[in-house]
């Protein structure tokens, strides 16, 4: 049984709060680094009509060449403030040392993505290798999502889709900022 007054075993030279330098391999994402949020348009044909969310997405990493993802997004009404959670999602990106990217992204509503690309001059484009799907999860066969960072503080970001007998497109879109 897990003992909260053992301590854990931990060099004294790397705490779990200590922020480790980044490895090598994270260069061409180091800007990616942080939380970012923000606010962004959707639409799909499945879709009765557009919709406008917000959206906070985490990069992290402890060290390793690979960035831990996440992402939470919020539907928004014509006020702006938030009706209801939409998506969320979280994974892995492995950076290789030839600049490519290969992704792990994983969402609740039953879908795992394996996604390759790459990330050169500010810019991650990743696009589907596979999909695998739990018996009830929507139809989903492709994605391709682009990150780019415009300037220091912005990162904009699209997502194309092809899903439930619809083929690859738009499907998402936002600016985000960095948070202090």
């Not at 391999?25 to 639409?43: C, D, K, N, Q, Y």
């Not at 795992?112 to 500010?122: C, P, R, T, Y």
């Not at 990743?126 to 780019?148: C, D, G, I």
Request: proline share 9%; no cysteine.
């Amino acid at each position: 049984m897990f003992d909260p007054a053992h301590k854990l075993p931990y060099p004294d030279a790397l705490r779990p709060d200590d922020a480790p330098a980044p490895h090598a391999l994270l260069a061409p994402v180091i800007g990616l680094l942080g939380t970012w949020a923000g606010r962004g348009r959707g639409g799909y044909p499945t879709l009765d009509e557009e919709f406008t969310y917000a959206q906070e997405v985490t990069f992290s990493h402890d060290g390793r060449p690979f960035l831990h993802y996440e992402a939470r997004a919020w539907l928004l009404g014509a006020d702006g403030t938030p009706l209801r959670p939409s998506a969320r999602e979280s994974g892995w990106w492995r950076l290789q040392p030839d600049g490519r990217v290969e992704a792990l992204i994983t969402q609740p509503t039953g879908i795992a993505e394996i996604l390759v690309g790459s990330a050169d001059a500010g810019t991650v484009d990743l696009s589907t290798h596979e999909v695998a799907l739990t018996p009830t999860a929507k139809e989903v066969n492709a994605t391709r999502r682009r990150y780019t960072v415009t300037d220091e503080d912005t990162l904009d970001f699209v997502h194309d889709l092809a899903a439930v007998g619809q083929p690859l497109q738009h499907h998402l879109s936002a600016r985000l900022r960095r948070k202090p």
